[in-house]
């Protein structure tokens, strides 16, 4: 056997071996154990060394949440190709940009997508190998069922041995630009952004050796655990990976779309330990449903409730509280594709989004080029375990990840302040920043307000320009059924919470506020709703 390392495929496979017959995956009526998981990794990464794919390869993943999805991506790790994930509501220019862009020698594809992917598939002249998830004779010429894409004989693999430094692409950024492929490196994603083995045993701090996982799992409670976000956006995707890697099973939505109540049938009859969900634009609904079918769900199992990526109000919070077992523990982290699991934290009393405890790789730069000193604002960075860069993008490269004073730094574009006791308080992404008369407003803290209101049911704001102040903050609300609102009393509600630069000058309704899959907000959208809405509009 070859020496283990801290290749992803490796760590699976050190799991799998631990516990072979515990589930490593749920999703609607398909179940996999680790051993089951394993052998039809295996069997597929052989056939994929068969076709010629192997180190360097780009492999791209067009799926919906599968359990083909996760075993595609390991798959592609285990020749030591570089799996790739490709968002399935991408259309056809922005698909053409990433086949293009990744150079993808093989793609996974669901079929509901291959329509979409038969339109774009001149953007890679260099694709070898398609392979059809979701049963059904592909229609693209060349392309193969999933489930004919595997070998008995995985022989071949015992002389592909595989590597710290291999390669995992998060493409990320669709809707601020071209979309970016951070090249995560196995051993950085590893301890970067999956916790290093210690995310359930933080008492023990990250594993030295990648056998060392395996105690780690023998020792640890098995815990079902969902990501409520698809696999295709990398905070679901790592959160999924953190649980498989401490042996715990991974139940995941089986449908395209986010519905509340879907959601909270699978955390009844699953026995949910914990889940994972992306600010208001979930919780929210989650909610809804709870107020709407008191004592539907029984959620007695359910342990850990945790957000990423989105504010999570506190008044959601405290909402939710009645409906949960008294024992739920909620926890808010933040990341970036860029910068990995950057940490765990609560929302200061003093304003901000988060408040993160003083951290040695956790850095605010000031201007891109020097760190910044107690009481100083600036941008959010990080170092210790990074990513390359952006695949092919050397320009973009350099202005996210700079060195100062002889250490590297991601830089995440999260505008930060750092206070005297070494502390980072973390107030939103900096290129949202609305600046009104010299003020800087971050559009989370507005956003939260918003929703605090019972006439609102989403809320995006974003910066205007405005000729006296250079800028206004304005509001895209969606208001919710069988209810019209009322601007004033909205106002209302936010001088009593904000300053008054921060309140909206402007509150444009649409019937609902667009956001990504995974719950995040698209402010390029928002803005543009906003500039055409007539001045004072109210929808």
Same mark, same amino acid.
């Given at each position: 056997?070859?020496?283990?390392?801290?290749?992803?495929?490796?760590?699976?496979?050190?799991?799998?071996?631990?516990?072979?017959?515990?589930?490593?995956?749920?999703?609607?009526?398909?179940?996999?154990?680790?051993?089951?998981?394993?052998?039809?990794?295996?069997?597929?990464?052989?056939?994929?060394?068969?076709?010629?794919?192997?180190?360097?390869?780009?492999?791209?993943?067009?799926?919906?949440?599968?359990?083909?999805?996760?075993?595609? #991506?390991?798959?592609?790790?285990?020749?030591?190709?570089?799996?790739?994930?490709?968002?399935?509501?991408?259309?056809?220019?922005?698909?053409?940009?990433?086949?293009?862009?990744?150079?993808?020698?093989?793609?996974?594809?669901?079929?509901?997508?291959?329509?979409?992917?038969?339109?774009?598939?001149?953007?890679?002249?260099?694709?070898?190998?398609?392979?059809?998830?979701?049963?059904?004779?592909?229609?693209?010429?060349?392309?193969?069922?999933?489930?004919?894409?595997?070998?008995?004989?995985?022989?071949?693999?015992?002389?592909?041995?595989?590597?710290?430094?291999?390669?995992?692409?998060?493409?990320?950024?669709?809707?601020?630009?071209?979309?970016?492929?951070?090249?995560?490196?196995?051993?950085?994603?590893?301890?970067?952004?999956?916790?290093?083995?210690?995310?359930?045993?933080?008492?023990?701090?990250?594993?030295?050796?990648?056998?060392?996982?395996?105690?780690?799992?023998?020792?640890?409670?098995?815990?079902?655990?969902?990501?409520?976000?698809?696999?295709?956006?990398?905070?679901?995707?790592?959160?999924?990976?953190?649980?498989? #890697?401490?042996?715990?099973?991974?139940?995941?939505?089986?449908?395209?779309?986010?519905?509340?109540?879907?959601?909270?049938?699978?955390?009844?009859?699953?026995?949910?330990?914990?889940?994972?969900?992306?600010?208001?634009?979930?919780?929210?609904?989650?909610?809804?449903?709870?107020?709407?079918?008191?004592?539907?769900?029984?959620?007695?199992?359910?342990?850990?409730?945790?957000?990423?990526?989105?504010?999570?109000?506190?008044?959601?919070?405290?909402?939710?509280?009645?409906?949960?077992?008294?024992?739920?523990?909620?926890?808010?982290?933040?990341?970036?594709?860029?910068?990995?699991?950057?940490?765990?934290?609560?929302?200061?009393?003093?304003?901000?989004?988060?408040?993160?405890?003083?951290?040695?790789?956790?850095?605010?730069?000031?201007?891109?080029?020097?760190?910044?000193?107690?009481?100083?604002?600036?941008?959010?960075?990080?170092?210790?375990?990074?990513?390359?860069?952006?695949?092919?993008?050397?320009?973009?490269?350099?202005?996210?990840?700079?060195?100062?004073?002889?250490?590297?730094?991601?830089?995440?574009?999260?505008?930060?302040?750092?206070?005297?006791?070494?502390?980072?308080?973390?107030?939103?992404?900096?290129?949202?920043?609305?600046?009104?008369?010299?003020?800087?407003?971050?559009?989370?803290?507005?956003?939260?307000?918003?929703?605090?209101?019972?006439?609102?049911?989403?809320?995006?704001?974003?910066?205007?320009?405005?000729?006296?102040?250079?800028?206004?903050?304005?509001?895209?609300?969606?208001?919710?059924?069988?209810?019209?609102?009322?601007?004033?009393?909205?106002?209302?509600?936010?001088?009593?919470?904000?300053?008054?630069?921060?309140?909206?000058?402007?509150?444009?309704?649409?019937?609902?506020?667009?956001?990504?899959?995974?719950?995040?907000?698209?402010?390029?959208?928002?803005?543009?709703?906003?500039?055409?809405?007539?001045?004072?509009?109210?929808?």
């Amino acid at each position: 056997m070859n020496p283990r390392t801290f290749s992803l495929a490796d760590l699976f496979a050190i799991t799998a071996e631990t516990v072979p017959e515990r589930d490593a995956l749920v999703i609607g009526d398909t179940r996999r154990s680790y051993r089951q998981m394993a052998e039809r990794v295996d069997s597929l990464a052989a056939w994929l060394h068969a076709q010629g794919i192997g180190q360097g390869d780009v492999v791209g993943l067009q799926m919906y949440n599968s359990a083909e999805y996760l075993e595609a #991506f390991l798959a592609a790790c285990r020749v030591r190709a570089v799996p790739a994930n490709i968002n399935y509501r991408y259309v056809a220019d922005e698909l053409r940009y990433i086949y293009d862009n990744a150079g993808i020698k093989a793609l996974f594809y669901s079929a509901e997508l291959e329509p979409a992917v038969a339109e774009v598939l001149n953007a890679a002249p260099e694709l070898k190998v398609k392979v059809r998830t979701g049963g059904g004779t592909p229609a693209l010429a060349g392309a193969t069922a999933y489930e004919d894409a595997r070998m008995d004989d995985t022989r071949a693999l015992q002389d592909v041995r595989c590597s710290d430094d291999d390669l995992s692409l998060l493409y990320t950024g669709g809707t601020t630009g071209k979309p970016k492929g951070v090249m995560w490196p196995h051993k950085d994603l590893f301890f970067g952004c999956l916790g290093g083995g210690g995310f359930y045993a933080p008492a023990d701090g990250a594993v030295s050796t990648p056998q060392q996982l395996a105690d780690r799992i023998r020792k640890a409670h098995p815990l079902r655990f969902m990501p409520v976000a698809p696999l295709m956006h990398g905070a679901a995707h790592w959160a999924t990976m953190v649980s498989l #890697f401490a042996g715990h099973t991974v139940v995941l939505n089986d449908q395209h779309r986010f519905d509340a109540e879907h959601v909270l049938d699978i955390a009844a009859t699953q026995k949910l330990n914990g889940i994972t969900i992306v600010g208001d634009a979930m919780a929210l609904p989650i909610l809804d449903a709870l107020k709407a079918h008191p004592g539907r769900w029984d959620l007695s199992a359910l342990f850990l409730f945790g957000n990423g990526g989105a504010v999570m109000s506190a008044h959601v919070k405290e909402a939710l509280k009645p409906f949960l077992p008294a024992n739920v523990y909620f926890s808010d982290g933040i990341g970036s594709s860029e910068g990995g699991q950057l940490g765990m934290g609560a929302k200061p009393a003093e304003g901000g989004m988060i408040k993160i405890a003083a951290r040695a790789d956790l850095k605010v730069v000031v201007d891109g080029k020097r760190l910044a000193s107690a009481g100083e604002s600036g941008i959010l960075a990080r170092s210790g375990y990074l990513p390359l860069g952006y695949y092919r993008d050397p320009v973009k490269t350099a202005e996210t990840f700079v060195t100062i004073d002889g250490t590297r730094y991601a830089i995440t574009g999260d505008a930060a302040r750092r206070d005297e006791d070494g502390s980072i308080v973390i107030f939103g992404r900096g290129n949202n920043c609305i600046n009104t008369g010299g003020e800087k407003v971050f559009p989370e803290e507005v956003e939260e307000v918003l929703r605090m209101s019972p006439q609102i049911l989403d809320a995006v704001v974003v910066g205007l320009p405005d000729p006296r102040w250079g800028q206004k903050v304005a509001a895209v609300v969606s208001v919710r059924p069988g209810m019209s609102l009322d601007q004033a009393a909205l106002r209302t509600l936010c001088h009593a919470h904000l300053a008054g630069y921060k309140v909206p000058k402007e509150i444009v309704t649409v019937p609902e506020v667009l956001r990504s899959a995974a719950g995040k907000a698209n402010y390029v959208w928002a803005k543009s709703i906003a500039e055409q809405a007539p001045a004072g509009a109210a929808g």
